[in-house]
């Protein structure tokens, strides 16, 4: 096989809550993520060294050298193989880049399936998802897409059911916004108030409304811990999600560690009105339609 392509979705946060900062630097997080529509693909071929270039919107935010997560991925795979493999890796961005929506571990997901194939290796995906935890705490959900809820810092993974397709609309910010940036602002914020941090819980009334696929309800229910850093460090992104808000969103949240904006809507039409109004308001140059929940990393 001399070329392989990998198609892999991004994600939206349903329910973010952060626990409070762990010993080691690390939060306990409840996680809901939902794969969405916007995809990545990253395309494998026969090479001697390992290389990535990247096509498409935003290429040029994306690092080419050992800092892209498509090339740890690759090399993580060679050596648990423990062999020396080379690979050209084209990745084809289509999400938005540090816009929490895991694009990074997006294509670090898609690396792992595509270089698993291109080098015949036939590693059942319980191995690549034991390799995608060491790659980072969001890459395992990339492998497996759909909705599942991750515990612990997010990797320890759980599949949830949902009663149906959730219609959405993404607004894209100019400029990324580093997680680790967003995470430290969320917890210079709790540590200005003495209000004692929860314990992270997963909400029912959300499971209850992704089971039985009622937008309305999960647009109630939607909930996002670091929203309230991700608006101190960016305030423009309140008047975006006034923005969908006005234009009939049934929810309006900061897509993890943002800038990205998510809005459910009630249906496939409303998503296209809803995407072509921000469109036009000055809070965003780009809004994209999408639905979810969609399948992980999965060859084309
Ligand atoms: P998350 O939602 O998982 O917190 P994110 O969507 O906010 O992540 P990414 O798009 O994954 O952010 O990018 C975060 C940083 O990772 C970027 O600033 C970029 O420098 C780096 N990076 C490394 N590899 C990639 C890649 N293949 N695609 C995009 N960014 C990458």
């Known amino acids: 096989m001399s070329s392989v392509t990998v198609r892999v979705p991004a994600k939206v946060n349903v329910q973010l809550s952060v626990g409070p900062l762990r010993e080691d630097g690390y939060h306990d997080l409840v996680n809901v993520f939902h794969a969405v529509s916007i995809f990545d693909e990253v ?85 690549l998802m034991e390799i995608a935890g060491d790659l980072g705490s969001d890459v395992p959900f990339s492998m497996l897409g759909g909705t599942a809820v991750g515990i612990g810092r997010g990797e320890q993974l759980s599949e949830l059911p949902t009663g149906g397709q959730f219609h959405w609309v993404f607004a894209v910010a100019e400029g990324g916004l580093s997680t680790a940036t967003v995470y430290a602002e969320c917890d210079r914020l709790r540590a200005a108030t003495s209000a004692e941090i929860p314990w992270p819980q997963l909400s029912d009334p959300l499971l209850e409304a ?30 975006t999600l006034e923005a969908g808000r006005e234009h009939g969103a049934l929810g309006a949240i900061v897509s993890g560690s943002g800038p990205t904006c998510a809005f459910l809507a009630t249906d496939a039409a409303h998503a296209d009105q809803l995407a072509t109004a921000l469109s036009t308001t000055n809070v965003t140059r780009t809004a994209i339609p999408a639905h979810g929940p969609v399948p992980g990393a999965v060859v084309v």
């Not at 040029?60 to 740890?72: F, K, Y």
């Open 43 to 127: 395309v494998a071929k026969e090479s001697e060294s390992i290389t990535v270039t990247v096509e498409g919107n935003w290429a040029d935010r994306v690092p080419l050298d050992d800092e892209n997560l498509a090339i740890q991925a690759a090399r993580a795979l060679a050596k648990h193989a423990g062999r020396t493999y080379g690979v050209a890796l084209v990745i084809k961005k289509a999400i938005p880049v540090a816009g929490g929506m895991a694009g990074g571990s997006a294509d670090a997901a898609g690396a792992l399936v595509a270089c698993n194939e291109l080098w015949g290796l036939g590693l059942p995906f319980e191995d």
């Open 210 to 239: 992704l089971g039985s696929g009622d937008a309305r309800k999960l647009g109630a229910y939607l909930t996002n811990d670091l929203q309230p850093a991700a608006l101190k460090l960016r305030p423009q992104l309140a008047h």
